[in-house]
């Protein structure tokens, strides 16, 4: 008896909801959009900047730069700066989807691990759509600018020569005669940066603030970048790090980095090491959410300056240890691979020439 009785009422309290309907709707209609926006402000003026002990905008934690948007903006997309909010929606719905069908271009019998586990899938763990058409947001157009002629001489003779780098094309050619011929990451030297950009996967670091000094550490490889903002002076102009020469200042709740000094052949998309200067700018916009921007100024390299917008967001820690290429034996197989393929290519054209 006491269950039905349950029941009855609990039909009734639905009978009563499902009368109301129309009213509700009727108020949900010209009532919703305002009071979603005073829910976003009230969110806002709740929200209050952490800051550390000695007073600078707390930026500490585990982020992610995960992105489903692209660096440049699509042809069909042109003259727009923002998706609408179903449209972004939708792409970030197709790159969580993208992100487990994708192979890093290799065929279907390659044995390669799935990218959507083993701590790699930060779209599970707080990373939200990008209304933004394009990372690229100066120029205007939201493109990258060309190349110097230099610059576009220098790209196509490294393309030509190879080795193929980070599956771009799997056409390319490979050489592989010594270990100086692969690149830094196939080496486990270093995977580059600034800037922080997003990847197909482990795009996950993190940040700790103490006086006078920030340190980023990213999941790739476990770099480390220690970036004083102390006023101390510049390095000398003969001194190249892998990471460049960082140098930090607050301007109001913004950490702007300024970096130059980099390693020739571990620059961003093989900038001139000599004439790129890199200046990045960090802005904690809410609990979740960091604005990075940087821009990229090398006159021998692109024909005028340019910024990108990369949203970075929250995500649980800790990252997790990288043991690059199973403690480096990939370079080993490469090369071993490559004479392989030298000893096979030399049988063939033997037999051939035997016939």
């Known amino acids: 008896m006491g269950n039905r009785l349950r029941v009855s009422a609990n039909a009734l309290l639905v009978m009563a909801a499902v009368l109301s309907v129309p009213a509700w709707v009727a108020a949900q209609t010209t009532s919703g959009a305002a ?3 005073a829910t976003n402000t009230a969110a806002k003026k709740t929200w209050v900047l952490p800051r ?7 930026l500490q934690g585990y982020w992610t730069s995960l992105s489903f948007t692209p660096m440049e903006r699509p042809a069909k997309y042109a003259g727009r700066e923002f998706l609408t909010d179903e449209e972004a929606a939708q792409i970030h719905k197709e790159g969580i989807q993208h992100s487990y069908e994708f ?4 065929l279907a019998e ?5 990218a959507t586990v083993y701590a790699l899938s930060a779209w599970q763990e ?3 759509p990008n209304r933004r058409t394009s990372l690229v947001v100066d120029p205007p157009d939201g493109k990258i600018p060309a190349l110097t002629p230099a610059a576009a001489k220098v790209k196509e003779a490294a393309r030509k020569a190879g080795p ?3 599956y771009a094309d799997p056409n390319a050619p490979v050489k592989a005669d010594v270990a100086e011929d692969l690149n830094l990451g196939e080496r486990c030297l270093s995977f580059g940066g600034p800037p922080i950009l997003p990847g197909a996967y482990n795009s996950n670091f993190q940040i700790v603030q103490g006086p006078g000094y920030v340190m980023i550490e990213y999941e790739w490889n476990n770099e480390i970048r220690i970036i004083p903002f102390d006023g101390r002076p510049q390095l000398s102009q003969g001194i190249h790090r892998w990471h460049g020469n960082s140098r930090g200042h607050w301007e109001g709740n913004t950490l702007v980095v300024e970096t130059s000094n980099f390693r020739p052949g571990a620059t961003f998309q093989g900038a001139n090491a000599n004439t790129l200067k890199m200046t990045e700018y960090f802005t904690r916009t809410d609990q979740n959410t960091i604005e ?3 821009t990229v100024d090398d006159p021998s390299t692109w024909t005028k300056p340019w910024s990108a917008i990369v949203p970075l967001s929250h995500m649980q820690g800790p990252i997790p240890e990288y043991d690059c290429s199973e403690n480096n034996n990939d370079a080993v197989n490469i090369l071993a691979g490559a004479r392989a393929t030298e000893k096979a290519a030399a049988e063939k054209a033997k037999n051939i020439s035997q016939r």
């Open 52 to 58: 550390t002990p000695d007073g600078q905008p707390d």
């Open 35 to 37: 009071g979603k926006a």
């Open 292 to 294: 990075y921007k940087f």
């Open 110 to 114: 390659t044995p390669v691990y799935d």
């Open 126 to 128: 707080g990373v939200a």
């Open 164 to 166: 193929n780098q980070d």
């Open 103 to 106: 192979t890093f271009n290799d």
